[in-house]
């Protein structure tokens, strides 16, 4: 009998949709659970070794018969990234059913070289199931059209049209198999049949979206192999590879999860643990730079056959290198490498780096290599202390640090000990071929900058240069920043640099301090077209003129080399304009100043901090807010991205001077094109965004919008102002009417030099419009936007969705689609206005812009809330006459609800709670201390609860719910640190048990609610609250009780409101109680009364409620929202904190650097039951 399979995947419900296996829009039906079974099929009689010609000669002609060829082990050995092998076949074939089924299903077959493999449709990127070659032991015909695949272990049965296309498919598996076995024959290293001869990175069981059951996944080389289970895994039988040249892995909102991302589907995997996801990260990044590697390099200086052993431990096929030492190594050798700093070892690899690997540089290897290497490195390595292939990671470690940094084992120069004759010695070498005596030199303590004395050519590299010795150049080049104990040393800090010819020689000290490359700087001496400047702790700049800006740049790096620490080498990677250190606050640590490492790139902020790992960098040009604070004499630049907030101090003012405009012209709009322009999160340009949040909120209603024109010179002022500092402008109504700012949006759009669409796109959409079949247009559509640059994309889809609100309120503005069509049309597609096709382009996509864009009904339906609040707070204010049109006015409290606690806000529809918490604490001037949590809360003084608003929670929605018994407040969250601190420790993603229920059946909460409180046990999980009536015994495994099957109650969970208290007339049982919401899908209410027997018990079910409905994002994590100081307290009189509000209290609203929490005036006491 064959082995029987596992039928974990079969077991998943109709319903569930696999989307990184199945065609998008596919869901797995009958017929696809029963294709997840077809192998299992069993044959009688048939012995689970395996199959023997003898019994097939009956039925199959010889000439068919596979020859039995002996296995080679060297079969399928890496040799690089794969490439994509030859498809020798590809059809439509019949593939068996399910044991006991008949009927067959049609699969799309395809065999190449290393596998069979089998899809559901012929454009399907990902298999349901694929068998190597190499695993196939018989190929048979068993009936009419249909033939059998028969491995070690499994049974595959197909069927063809025809006995002729039966017959060539049986001829091509068997001649794949038998090159297969003859290319094993020429290898040599593992059996044939078994599941890759390479032994994967990670291998292990996930969750995947889409599935019942863990699948084991492999990262093996340049691919992630998905399989059934481990058992699969070794007879190497899978669903499906993934090729990582194609992929990408990044972090998902669980904080367990990870997608892994393709452009045909996105695989969401689940793992046990945070650790272990990181891990699964890590694995999935080295095959995507295995992918992308070549083996070009490591194939040249393998040529030299010591090059072919790690020069450390001797494993075969080392593809790392030490580019300062010139020895290859192998990749667990490299990795201890890389732990001695990039002082001893600069390791890179010979795959992956391939603009290191210059012709020079590898003839430099060929030349030295491991023969030299090891002939100075390891001349006196005792037997018993050298390293195996197998040794263990600390071994290495231990024996990498004897050898590289404390030079135990080299080969002492008769000049060792001797720093001068050293010296002069290297000078002497350097000049001539004679590789292996500068190698021996560098590494006994001859200095690789030393003076030669001679002011002509002053170091060693210069002497290399001029006796034109190449290769000694290049060897010096990789070691001028090398200092181990044993040699290779420089004394720190310190370097000689020379001035251009035209200027008068001098010989500058660099005291580890500021570099700054400017590529078209001010003429210096001689007037010079290219000029850099070097700052120093003296507060002294120096200017230097060069005849090229590729030399300028050459010498920066030079100098950065001299004084950048080894924790910030990486910032030397590429081109900067600006490096260097410079004092910060960020993070968690405000209290006090560090010292970090920046480097300006283009539009990007490096940074480098001595606590932690690697920042992301800040994209200027996205910053949310860039402001200085403070006086003239302590300034402090103030850089606001999303999620976190970066002060930065200049030590200097020379310096800070040109740190602030180098960021400020970087954060600015550097030309015409969308994507030079200021950003937002979603990639729109601040200046479309700017003029669209303006007319959503004070001209959708304005009759003619956008047909009519505004005053020409206010118009050209107003895009002015935008193209220059698009964030910094704030529209004002009464200050700019909505005709000038709609024209100004106008001529943007228009003055595109690449235009919307593209210039390479803009034919292909005009085409498109005169596609006759609506379903054909509107696909056509979404592929030609899929084709667009991002930036582009995104500034389409916000338009889009802005001209789609104006057109629903055609009623009073006159604009419906077509009129807007009219408009936009030859705006966007930059024509004369005779091409009727660019307007329908324009309305077709608006008519179909939910189609289009992929708008599901939920953010449809806020984005109608939203606009609905707008227009009706317009037209209340209008006929009040109480407001102005566009002031969204709104009365919230501070800490209780009191005359002399009320303040008047403007609510803007972007605004979120968080924004209007610090506004209001920053008009009443209070201070944040360091574990103050301030939180936006909504009051329902009728049903006597209140609701913290999540941070992110939109504020102009909730204010058109309000009834006139609730209001906002903007109090303390007493126990906001309880819960952060019950998550941090709470252990898995679900909450259950016992609490007291009451049900409110009546609608819109009319009529008396009905019976008293009763026990019922609660399920809460990241999908739903579930209610059960009864419990059963208890669960060994978990400790949780065992439920009925079915709940008695079921309601999604982030359709709930969750408000903290209990009226007191339903006489709740205990005082820690809250009250849940459900609106329905006709806008019923519908609300229930749930109590807890402790107050911590009602913290930790509210806690994790919020951790379910904001997918673990309970508080934010950048803590310039959380600790804010009081502007009146300084410690000297530098600002830190970013502005905010009106201009005037911008003015009054700054904190400063300070070692202790700052403390606010007394807190009002307003605390309810539940955080006594």
Not at 191 to 218: H, I, T, W
Not at 1012 to 1023: E, K, M
Not at 1138 to 1149: A, D, F, K, T, V
Request: net charge negative.
């Amino acid at each position: 009998m064959t082995k029987k399979e596992e039928p974990p995947v079969s077991q998943v419900p109709r319903a569930v949709r696999v989307a990184s296996l199945l065609s998008e829009g596919e869901e797995l039906s009958g017929d696809d659970q029963g294709d997840e079974d077809e192998d299992d099929h069993a044959y009688e009689g048939i012995p689970n070794g395996g199959w023997h010609t003898s019994s097939l000669s009956s039925s199959l002609p010889s000439s068919l018969l596979i020859p039995d060829l002996p296995p080679h082990p060297m079969d399928g050995l890496p040799m690089g990234p794969t490439p994509s092998p030859p498809v020798i076949k590809a059809g439509w074939l019949d593939k068996n059913p399910p044991q006991g089924s008949y009927i067959y299903q049609k699969r799309w077959v395809r065999l190449d070289t290393d596998h069979l493999r089998y899809f559901d449709s012929n454009k399907d990127a990902y298999s349901k199931r694929f068998v190597p070659v190499a695993c196939i032991s018989r190929v048979v015909a068993i009936g009419d059209q249909k033939f059998e695949v028969i491995t070690n272990n499994r049974t595959f049965a197909f069927r063809a049209e025809s006995d002729a296309e039966r017959k060539e498919w049986m001829q091509a598996l068997q001649q794949a198999v038998a090159e297969q076995r003859a290319r094993a024959r020429l290898s040599s290293a593992y059996p044939l049949g078994v599941q890759g001869s390479e032994p994967p990175d990670r291998a292990g069981s996930l969750e995947l979206r889409g599935f019942k059951n863990k699948l084991y996944v492999a990262v093996v080389g340049d691919k992630v192999q998905l399989y059934k289970n481990l058992e699969e895994y070794h007879l190497g039988i899978g669903i499906t590879f993934i090729d990582m040249s194609v992929g990408n892995v990044k972090e998902a909102a669980d904080r367990r999860g990870f997608d892994l991302t393709t452009p045909y589907r996105i695989f969401s995997f689940l793992a046990e643990s945070e650790l272990e996801k990181e891990q699964w990260l890590e694995a999935m990044q080295r095959a995507i730079a295995e992918a992308l590697s070549t083996w070009e390099v490591a194939e040249r200086i393998w040529a030299v056959a010591p090059n072919r052993f790690c020069a450390d431990c001797g494993a075969a096929q080392p593809d790392w290198a030490s580019i300062n030492l010139c020895v290859v190594i192998c990749k667990r050798c490299a990795g201890e490498h890389r732990g001695l700093g990039a002082g001893v070892s600069k390791v890179r690899s010979l795959k992956m780096d391939r603009k290191v690997w210059t012709e020079t540089l590898i003839e430099l290897f060929l030349q030295l290599g491991n023969a030299a290497g090891n002939h100075f490195w390891a001349a006196n390595v005792p037997p018993s202390e050298a390293l195996q292939p197998s040794s263990s990671p600390g071994a290495r470690r231990c024996h990498l640090e004897a050898k590289y940094h404390e030079g135990k084992y080299r080969r002492y120069h008769p000049l060792f000990g001797n720093q001068e004759e050293l010296d002069k010695a290297l000078c002497a070498a350097v000049t001539t071929s004679d590789l292996a005596e500068t190698q021996a030199l560098l590494g006994c303590g001859a200095g690789v900058n030393c003076f030669s004395g001679d002011p002509e050519v002053p170091t060693p590299l210069a002497l290399a240069e001029q006796a034109g010795q190449t290769l000694q150049m290049e060897f010096l080049r990789n070691n001028r920043t090398t200092g181990t104990s044993a040699g290779f040393n420089e004394a720190p800090g310190k370097a000689l640099l020379s001035c251009p010819a035209n200027c008068e020689p001098q010989w500058l000290p660099l005291q580890d301090r500021f570099c700054r490359e400017a590529a078209t700087g001010p003429p210096g001496p001689g007037s010079f077209e290219h000029t850099f400047e070097v700052y120093t702790e003296g507060e002294r700049l120096y200017l230097f003129g060069l005849e090229s800006a590729e030399l300028a740049r050459e010498w920066v790096k030079c100098i950065a080399k001299a004084f950048v620490p080894p924790l910030a080498e990486d910032l030397l990677a590429r081109d900067f304009e600006r490096l260097g250190r410079l004092p910060y606050k960020a993070g968690l640590s405000l209290q006090r100043a560090q010292e970090g490492w920046f480097s300006l790139i283009g539009s990007e902020l490096h940074a480098v901090f001595p606590e932690g790992p690697c920042e992301e960098p800040l994209q200027l040009r996205k910053l949310q807010e860039l402001s200085v604070q403070g006086d003239s004499e302590n300034q402090v630049l103030v850089l606001v991205e999303r999620r976190r907030t970066l002060y930065i101090q200049g030590e200097r003012r020379l310096d800070f001077t040109g740190w602030l405009g180098a960021i400020q012209k970087a954060a600015a709009s550097s030309g015409d094109t969308l994507s030079e322009q200021q950003l937002g999160d979603s990639d729109i340009p601040v200046i479309v965004y700017r003029c669209v949040d303006y007319i959503t909120q004070c001209g959708l209603t304005s009759e003619g919008i956008y047909r009519k024109c505004g005053q020409t010179s206010k118009t050209q002022r107003l895009l002015e102002s935008l193209r220059l500092d698009a964030r910094s402008v704030r529209l004002k109504e009464g200050e700019q009417h909505v005709d000038d700012v709609s024209s100004a949006l106008k001529r943007f759009l228009r003055d595109l030099p690449d235009g919307l669409f593209t210039r390479v796109q803009r034919l292909a959409w005009l085409e498109a419009s005169e596609i006759e079949d609506e379903e054909e247009k509107v696909s056509r559509y979404r592929e030609l936007l899929a084709r667009l640059p991002p930036v582009n994309r995104a500034t389409v889809k916000a338009l889009i969705s802005h001209l789609y609100c104006v057109q629903c309120f055609s009623d009073t503005n006159q604009m419906n689609t077509h009129n807007l069509a009219i408009v936009f049309g030859p705006t966007l597609f930059q024509t004369d206005g005779q091409d009727y096709k660019a307007g329908r382009v324009v309305e077709d996509l608006i008519s179909h812009y939910v189609m289009v864009f992929s708008v599901d009904e939920e953010e449809l339906r806020k984005q109608r809330e939203e606009i609905t609040a707008i227009v009706k707070m317009r037209v209340a204010g209008t006929a009040s006459g109480t407001q102005h049109a566009g002031d969204f006015i709104c009365t919230v409290y501070l800490e209780e609800k009191k005359a002399e606690t009320e303040q008047h806000v403007k609510i803007p529809a972007s605004m979120t709670a968080e924004e209007l918490t610090l506004e209001i604490l920053d008009r009443r001037n209070v201070g944040i201390r360091e574990k103050d949590y301030w939180t936006c809360f909504e009051v329902n003084e009728r049903e006597e609860a209140e609701r913290p608003l999540h941070f992110a929670e939109k504020v102009l929605p909730i204010l058109h719910g309000l009834g006139t018994d609730s209001y906002l407040v903007v109090k303390k969250h007493q126990s906001m640190e309880a819960m952060l601190l019950y998550l941090a420790s709470h252990v898995g993603e679900t909450k259950h048990g016992m609490m007291k229920f009451r049900e409110d059946r009546s609608l819109l909460g009319l009529g008396l609610p009905s019976g008293g409180f009763h026990d019922r046990y609660f399920i809460l999980n990241s999908s739903c609250l579930r209610l059960y009536k009864e419990v059963r015994s208890q669960r060994p495994w978990s400790g949780a009780p065992e439920t009925s099957h079915r709940p008695e109650k079921e309601w999604p969970v982030r359709s709930l409101k969750v408000y903290l208290g209990v009226k007191k007339k339903l006489r709740p049982p205990t005082c820690w109680g809250f009250t849940v919401v459900h609106e329905t899908e006709k806008h019923e209410k519908q609300q229930w009364y749930l109590c807890c027997e402790t107050q911590m018990e009602l913290r930790e079910w509210f806690a994790t409620f919020l951790f379910m409905q904001h997918d673990g994002l309970v508080w934010p994590s950048e803590p310039s929202r959380v600790s804010r100081a009081v502007p009146e307290v300084r410690l000297g009189s530098v600002s830190l904190i970013p502005l905010r509000g009106s201009e005037n209290e911008m003015r009054r609203s700054v904190a400063a650097f300070t070692a202790d929490p700052l403390s606010c005036p007394p807190a009002l006491s307003l605390r309810p039951q539940w955080e006594s």
